[in-house]
């Protein structure tokens, strides 16, 4: 079974599943703080965009917003229930670009590795708080100013001792290739198993020999700038190297597409520039094609591969 924000399903029921979208996010902390805004509004906004991919041919969205970065569980129950697509919600923390540490909770950075994963532990096998909502994996984000800081390393190896004990998958941001040597060391350190780790952003590296290297050790490689790139010429060639080395199986692909952005005051948050969900299937699946790229290819990537991907070991 796999969960979602409004309750296990089965894997078969995925369906097409897009593996890393966004739909609210604070960078800033200030959900921790207060909300500066209603579900209805947020809603409201980012509604037409999925039920627009709904009726595209998408089944699953991967909400990849941990709590700290702002998740907020009311507003992914309330989008799944009127758009009719199954939303998976995550655990874990984000401490991506350089906002040192603004999306990590106070109280996070204080505990130990044991402590933040008995936390993350639990919200796994018991549900997030008292809504009874369980994640669907592990999200982190760390070293995109070209090392990984120790906070960082603390948060991945909390959220290594937390995949161990649950089986879920580890999905990962992380950006330049010194981060990603490093964040791989540690996962060596640790004897982690390479297949539970998501690569998230190895189309931004852009490393294809890292890319070969790590995917032949089993670790999943995962393409999701798509909603931000200005041009997909670089998703040909890295799709053509995988399927040559008989390494498409770990491929997955998202968007980091979305999302409503947390503002300080309720007025800033009325001026929202959503990034299409649907931008996957309206131009970039057309592009591949006519590159050259079977579409029975990109298929199973985001259907068998995803559902791989989100199946507990």
């Known amino acids: 079974m ?16 897009l593996m890393h979208e966004h739909i609210l996010v604070d960078l800033n902390g200030i959900n921790l703080i207060e909300k500066t805004y209603t579900t209805d509004e947020v809603v409201d906004i980012v509604l037409p965009y999925l039920i627009d991919v709904k009726n595209k041919g998408c089944s699953t969205i991967v909400e990849a ?47 130990t590795i044991a402590e933040i994963a008995s936390i993350w532990i639990k919200e796994c096998k018991e549900g997030i708080d008292e809504t009874g909502i369980k994640p669907g994996f592990i999200k982190m984000a760390l070293g995109d100013e070209g090392e990984v800081f120790p906070l960082q390393e603390k948060l991945l190896r909390a959220a290594i001792k937390t995949s161990l004990e649950t089986g879920f998958r580890i999905q990962c941001h992380v950006w330049n290739e010194p981060s990603v040597k490093r964040t791989f060391e540690i996962l060596e350190e640790e004897n982690f198993p390479f ?117 507990l070991k």
């Open 195 to 311: 297949d539970n780790f998501v690569w998230v952003h190895a189309d931004a590296c852009y490393k294809i020999p890292l890319m070969i290297e790590y995917a032949k050790k089993g670790m999943w490689i995962q393409f999701d700038g798509i909603a931000g790139a200005k041009d997909f010429e670089r998703y040909p060639p890295a799709i053509r190297k995988l399927l040559e080395e008989n390494l498409i199986n770990q491929l997955l692909f998202g968007q980091d597409s979305g999302s409503f952005m947390v503002k300080e005051n309720r007025e800033e948050n009325k001026n929202q520039n959503i990034r299409p969900y649907a931008i996957f299937f309206d131009k970039f699946v057309p592009y591949c094609v006519k590159e050259g790229i079977d579409q029975k290819i990109i298929k199973k990537v985001i259907t068998e591969n995803s559902k791989r991907a989100l199946t």
């Open 2 to 17: 796999i969960n979602t924000v409004l309750g296990p399903i089965s894997e078969d029921d995925l369906g097409a599943t």
């Open 65 to 111: 917003t941990p709590f700290g970065l702002g998740r907020d569980l009311e507003v992914l129950k309330e989008c799944a229930e009127k758009s009719g697509l199954n939303i998976i919600t995550c655990t874990g923390a984000w401490d991506g670009f350089n906002v040192k540490g603004k999306a990590v909770p106070d109280d996070i950075k204080e505990k």
